[in-house]
């Protein structure tokens, strides 16, 4: 009876001892999940906040090369009206003066160089407002869309159209439209130079949260992996994406180019 007695104490302490140990594994088990779960969360955090850092530091840069490029368009855009308009203007003047000491056949043939320095000073008048965001605000974003297709279809294009479609939003923040302008004139301007399009389109498709931009040319095209780098698309994703608007270009060869913008007006 005393060693059935002292068998059975041995076996409820073995199995309390077990029972102890188990209920200790589990607590340390526990207290290790936990742990790594708070570090993982940590760690997550931590790359977030350098992530979002990292995006700030971004978007303070691409603002800095946006302003500075802004300033330098401004002063271009002087330079423009100022001086290279009046150096213009007195030629044009000249010429008159000595059209009127000339017989009427060589007036004529001062006829051509006449219209061309006229349409030189116009081209550089008109050339001069795009540069400046100021005229750009005073204009508004449609009108001065339209009056940088008209110049262009004086120099380049056959037609040079721009469309919209739904009622027109304004925008909360001016300033966005002066980067929305900045990336279709680059846009255009890479049709003037590379595309020999004869025809391009601009539309405005206002939706209810959104504005979808469309710009068109009929151009030869090209491989768009071959731009992927070039420092013309760079800043038109970098002035984009600080608005945050989407940007997609898409080409083929022979097939023109199609720019697509997508503004967000309820961020606008």
């Known amino acids: 009876m005393v060693q059935t007695g002292e068998r059975l104490a041995s076996t409820a302490s073995e199995r309390y001892l077990l029972i102890y140990m188990i209920a200790v594994l589990v607590i340390v088990t526990a207290l290790v999940v936990i742990f790594f779960i708070v570090f993982l969360k940590r760690k997550n955090k931590l790359l977030q906040e350098k992530m979002e850092q990292q995006r700030a530091f971004e978007a303070e840069i691409a603002l800095a090369q946006t302003e500075t490029q802004e300033q330098t368009l401004k002063n271009i855009g002087w330079e423009l009206h100022d001086n290279v308009g009046q150096l213009l203007s007195f030629a044009n003047m000249q010429l008159s003066i000595l059209k009127m000491q000339m017989t009427e056949d060589i007036k004529e043939?001062?006829?051509?160089?006449?219209?061309?320095?006229?349409?030189?000073?116009?081209?550089?008048?008109?050339?001069?407002?795009?540069?400046?965001?100021?005229?750009?605000?005073?204009?508004?974003?449609?009108?001065?869309?339209t009056n940088e297709l008209n110049r262009l279809k004086k120099m380049k294009f056959e037609s040079a159209e721009l469309k919209i479609i739904g009622e027109k939003v304004d925008f909360s923040q001016r300033n966005h439209e002066i980067i929305l302008f900045r990336i279709l004139q680059e846009f255009l301007s890479n049709s003037v130079k590379y595309s020999e399009a004869k025809n391009i389109e601009v539309t405005l498709d206002y939706q209810p949260n959104l504005l979808l931009i469309k710009a068109i040319d009929d151009g030869k095209g090209f491989d768009v992996n071959d731009i992927e780098k070039g420092s013309g698309l760079i800043n038109m994703k970098s002035r984009a994406s600080l608005i945050k608007a989407e940007l997609d270009l898409t080409s083929q060869p022979n097939e023109g180019v199609k720019l697509l913008l997508i503004y967000p007006l309820v961020n606008s």
Do not use: C, H, P, Y
């Open 109 to 145: 043939k001062f006829k051509d160089t006449s219209d061309a320095l006229k349409e030189g000073l116009a081209e550089v008048r008109a050339l001069s407002k795009t540069l400046n965001n100021e005229v750009v605000l005073n204009n508004g974003f449609e009108k001065s869309i």
